[in-house]
């Protein structure tokens, strides 16, 4: 998803504000369904068994499918789609036909489908009760709604399984909320079997919202087919019970999903351009005033696509010693097509740079899909082997263009490769993409993230594996899956080093390339790097909603008059009201502009530092430099000493310097 949008610069401008004023703590057939609606838990779970077998692959005209013996992924899922684009309705009309290869051993009974456009076929469903209608900036136009209708299910033998539907409310019980499909099957299918199943279905576009839908003649087709739920074996993220991962579609979550193939023909009117996850097998071919496109991808985990009769196509073939080739095309939005330049090296500095830190991509084609005006809210997503950038409403914009390139780019390793759950544990995918665009970014572009000012954001910590409805909001999910939780990767380098961080995210990044990692297996892989536990660390940062609270409690000291020149001995109690943290800086500042620094080694919640000087001590602050990026709270981390008047008066010129220097340093 892309990464912060404009109202994060706004409230960074408001923290800015209200740090210079001192009031403010530093802070996403034919026959209709008869469906009945019912509350849906977990299956019961067991152990796991071996491996299954390889899901069957067809082999498609014109094309090079990768053997299954070369697999990069488990394929449990296969899916064959025929959609068309029926002109001047913002209608879809399908028939999918998708095989299923069980991945566990406990006998299943029953199969899920996300039903994703049905989360903007009222103002009841959960996705828009959550959501307000509004998402990233952006807001559902009015009368926008769409939805999808199954029409006909079969099993492939011809058999109707329309009676066997329910639409499932596992997270809420909303009953208005259709975004979850159990089908019960007419047997069980065993460990390592396939079964397949033929839908028919139509999706009515809604008015561009929340990643997908139609604005004028832009379509973007995301989340637009019935997608099987994943079924979890045991030991997959840490599950002690094999079962079925199940959730409705919410205001602040997004996707998770099992690898697999997909074959899609596309048919729009003639004078469209489509762009989409994979490769063509063909050129698209004109048929009567259709025209027809085939598509085919593996080892993904989604499939979407674009279209538009205005799209201006620029396409580069590029290649590294870690990406062995790929084609980069951009369908450029009119107003942006002298800009494809700087979408290229954009692309091309991402693929370079993520393929060697986090390990080759594999793919032959990345599209990138910048939308017009109107369609920004399908901007700045992502999906296997495609993106989209902000909405061209500016023929020069900012490197925030670049920016959104990159973060999108960078999903196609944490979300596209690294496939964790977007539901359960979105810090896994945005907030480690926000660290290695943030990394990009400086490297090839210099620019560098205020990372103190982002932090004082992070007004209300909450832990990091939080199903994302469960935040306190939409703004709390964003402050903390995007901001804290790159934050917390930052504070593991800022102890590990750069050298050992980068082998950290390297080692966990190729490690479960293909796979469905937890929060627990980052954490084995840190602590495999740094042969040490980081227990007491992560339940402070990650599991739980920890956050450092320095401050400079009093300050006392005693003047000493024997000898030829007054000395002074002062004491500076500091303290931790909030998590425990390790090394912390305090800097002492005496009246003549001197300073020392010392390191307190965190233990206990307080600590006492003598200092000997010839001069007053004026000031004591913790973390001068702002280096503790999870601690938020930094009013109480500075305080001035109380000195005699007379001794002050001495010291006027060199306190009103210091006084400059302290106050820069508070305005981030």
Known sequence: MKSLSLKYIIFATLAILALLGGGIRAFSGDSSTASVTSFASKEAKSSSGTAPAAVPQQVLPESAPVPAEEALSQRVV????????????????????????????????????????????????????????????????????????????????????????????????NINDRTLLKVHLPQPVNGGESVTLKLQYEVQLPKIFARMGASGNFVMAGQWFPKLSVYEPRGTRGVKEEGWDLHQYHGTSEFYSDFGIFNVTIAVPSNYTVAATGFPVKNAKLKQDQKIYQFYADDVHDFAWAASPDFTVAEEAFSTPEVPGVRIKVYLDPLHKDLKERYLQAAKAALTYFSKWYGPYPYSTLSIVVPPKEGNGAGGMEYPTLITAFGAADSSPDTSLERTVIHEIGHQYFYGMVASNEFEEAWLDESFTSYAEDRLMEQEYGIKSNLPLQASLVTIPEPLNLETWKYAGADSYSRNVYIRGKLVLKDIERQVGTKAMNNIMSSYARKFRFQHPATSDFQKVVEKVTKKSWQAYFDDYIYGDGAP?????????????????????????????????????????????????????????????????????????????????????????????EIEPKTLSRWTLSVTKLLETVLGTLVW
């Not at 390191?599 to 000087?613: K, R, Y």
């Not at 990026?629 to 981390?637: Q, V």
């Open 78 to 173: 296969e899916y064959h789609i025929d959609v068309q684009l029926v002109p001047d309705t913002e209608t879809l009309k399908a028939s999918e036909t998708v095989t299923w290869t069980h991945p566990g051993v406990k006998p299943v009974s029953d199969l899920y489908f996300h039903m994703y456009p049905n989360a903007f076929a009222s103002s009841d469903t959960t996705f828009m009760k959550e959501s307000g209608g509004t998402l990233r900036g952006d807001s559902m136009p009015e009368n926008g709604f769409g939805n999808m209708t199954l029409t006909d299910l079969r099993t492939t033998e011809g058999t109707s399984l329309m009676q066997r539907v329910q639409y499932v409310q596992p997270d809420d019980g």
């Open 549 to 641: 609270d320095f401050s400079v409690d009093t300050i006392t000291f005693k003047k000493n008059n024997s000898g030829d020149a007054p000395s002074y001995e002062s004491l500076v109690k500091i303290s931790n009201k909030g998590s425990d943290y390790v090394d912390v800086p305090v800097k002492f500042t005496f009246a003549d502009s001197s300073s020392v620094q010392r390191v307190w080694n965190g233990e206990g919640v307080e600590t006492t530092f003598q200092l000997l000087s010839d001069k007053p001590l004026l000031s004591a602050e913790i973390d001068p430099e702002h280096s503790i990026l999870l601690e938020s709270k930094h009013l109480n981390n500075f305080r001035l000493a």
